[in-house]
C-alpha cells in the first residue's frame, strides 16, 4: 500500500502589527524555527508559514495522521510560545487573541485556532490549493466550493472528465448543534444549496468524489464566538483542496474567486463585505479594517515536500476581481451601520451591541 501522508493546516491569531493589520516579521520567524526544529526531529516532512492579514499560518506535512496530538501539540506550543516571545514584548495587538484556553488538552479543535486536515495516498502527481481568509468565517467557503465541485459553469470537468461525472459528496456541519449530514451532488443539488446559503450555521467540511470516496478538499469549521461566547476576533478560516486528474484542475479551483462574493465578518467581525483575492503581499487588511481578504498558495506534494508556493492570485488575472470587490465595498459601506451592511442579530449578540440593548430595554413604553 502506499504511504500515506497528512497534510495540516493550523492557523491562529495570536496578535498583530497596527491593529489587526497584519502578522509581525519576527512572529513567522519565532513559528519557523519551530516547524524546522520539528523536521530535524522527523515529526514533520516540510511546513510553510505564512500569513493571511493578521492570522499565522502553519502548513505542515507529516505522517501522524489527522487529529494527532503530537502535530496538534506542535501547533498550539508555537502560538503559545510565537504570543509570549513575541506578541506580547511587543505589545501586539490582542497578543494571544485565539487561544482561547490555558492548557493543551490533546487537540486544538475547539481550543480557537481553526484546522484543515487531511490524510491521503499522495498521486502520481498531487496538485494541491491552500486557501487562507481573513476578516471572515467558515461559511465563506459554502459558495466557494458548490461552485468548486458542484457548478458546470465553473467546472468544465463536471462535463468533460469522465471521473468526475458521478459528482461530489458535501460533508455540511451545522456548527450550532455540531452535527453533520452528507449530501451528494447532483442529486441533491437543491438541499445542500437550502443548508449552505445560512453561512453562519451550514458549513461545508468537506467533500469526497462520488466515483471512488477519493477526499477532494477539507475546510476549517471553527466559529470562535461559539466556543468563547462572544466576539473575540474573526474565524478567519482555511481550506486545502486538491485538484487535477480527475479532480477540478488549479483553474477551476481558482474561478469562483473572479466574480467576488459578499462573506460576514469585515469590521469587528458584525458587517458584510466582498471576499477579494489578492497575493501574499497584499494579505493585510486596512479599509475599515479589510476589504476581507483571501490567499491561494499552490504546491506540488513530492514524497510529502511542499514544492512551491505559486502565488495564485498575484497574477494580472485577479486585477479585475479586486476592482470589482472594491467596488462592491463602496457601494455596501454606503450603508454604514445600517443592514444589509451590518450582520444580523443572532451574530451581534456576541458582540457589546448587547449591553446597549440591554439599557435601553428599560425605556420602551407600551403602546
Ligand atoms: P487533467 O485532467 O490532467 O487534470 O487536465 C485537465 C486540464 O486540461 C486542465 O485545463
Ligand atoms: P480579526 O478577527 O482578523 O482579528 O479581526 C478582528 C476585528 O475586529 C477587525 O475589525
Ligand atoms: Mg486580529
Ligand atoms: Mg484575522
Known amino acids: 500500500m502506499p504511504d500515506k501522508v497528512t497534510i495540516s493546516l493550523i492557523k491562529a491569531d495570536v496578535g498583530s502589527l497596527a491593529g489587526h493589520h497584519i502578522v509581525h516579521r519576527e512572529q513567522i520567524e519565532l513559528a519557523k524555527k519551530k516547524l524546522q526544529e520539528a523536521k530535524e526531529k522527523g515529526l514533520l516532512i516540510d511546513y510553510y508559514v505564512f500569513n493571511a492579514g493578521d492570522d499565522l499560518e502553519l502548513l505542515m506535512t507529516h505522517r501522524e495522521g489527522e487529529n494527532s496530538p503530537k502535530i496538534h501539540g506542535l501547533a498550539w506550543d508555537t502560538f503559545k510560545e510565537v504570543t ?178 459578499f462573506v460576514a465578518g469585515w469590521m469587528r467581525g458584525s458587517h458584510y463585505g466582498p471576499l477579494m483575492p489578492v497575493g501574499l503581499k497584499d494579505s493585510r487588511c486596512s479599509f475599515f479594517d479589510g476589504p476581507p481578504r483571501v490567499v491561494a498558495l499552490g504546491f506540488q506534494l513530492s514524497g510529502g515536500k511542499l514544492v512551491g508556493p505559486a502565488d495564485l492570485f498575484e497574477d494580472a488575472a485577479f486585477d479585475h476581481a479586486r476592482r470589482t470587490a472594491l467596488q462592491m465595498a463602496e457601494f455596501i459601506r454606503r450603508n454604514g451601520p445600517i443592514a444589509p451592511a451590518i450582520l444580523g442579530m443572532e451574530e451581534l449578540e456576541y458582540t457589546g451591541i448587547v449591553e446597549t440593548l440591554k439599557k435601553l430595554q428599560s425605556k420602551f413604553f407600551k403602546v
Open 84 to 261: 509570549e516571545k513575541v506578541s506580547r514584548p511587543l505589545k501586539l495587538y490582542a497578543a494571544g487573541q485565539d487561544l482561547l484556553s490555558e492548557a493543551f488538552s490533546g487537540n486544538v479543535k475547539g481550543m480557537g485556532p481553526g484546522v484543515a486536515e487531511m490524510e491521503i495516498e499522495e498521486r502520481r502527481s498531487e496538485p494541491i490549493v491552500v486557501f487562507a481568509a481573513d476578516k471572515t468565517e467558515p461559511g465563506a467557503w459554502n459558495l466557494i466550493l458548490y461552485k468548486i465541485f458542484a457548478d458546470p459553469w465553473n467546472t468544465a470537468g463536471l462535463i468533460l472528465d469522465p471521473v468526475m461525472h458521478d459528482g461530489f459528496t458535501f460533508r455540511v456541519m451545522d456548527v450550532q448543534k455540531g452535527e453533520c449530514i452528507d449530501l451528494s451532488t447532483p442529486s441533491e443539488n437543491y438541499s445542500l444549496l437550502a443548508l449552505i446559503g445560512t453561512t453562519g450555521r451550514y458549513v461545508i467540511e468537506r467533500v469526497w468524489r462520488n466515483s471512488d470516496k477519493l477526499l477532494a478538499a477539507v475546510a476549517s469549521v471553527t466559529r470562535l464566538s461559539l466556543i468563547a461566547g462572544r466576539y473575540v476576533g474573526k474565524d478567519d478560516p482555511v481550506c486545502i483542496v486538491r485538484c487535477q486528474h480527475g479532480l477540478p484542475a488549479v483553474g477551476e479551483a481558482l474561478a469562483p474567486f473572479f466574480t467576488p462574493h
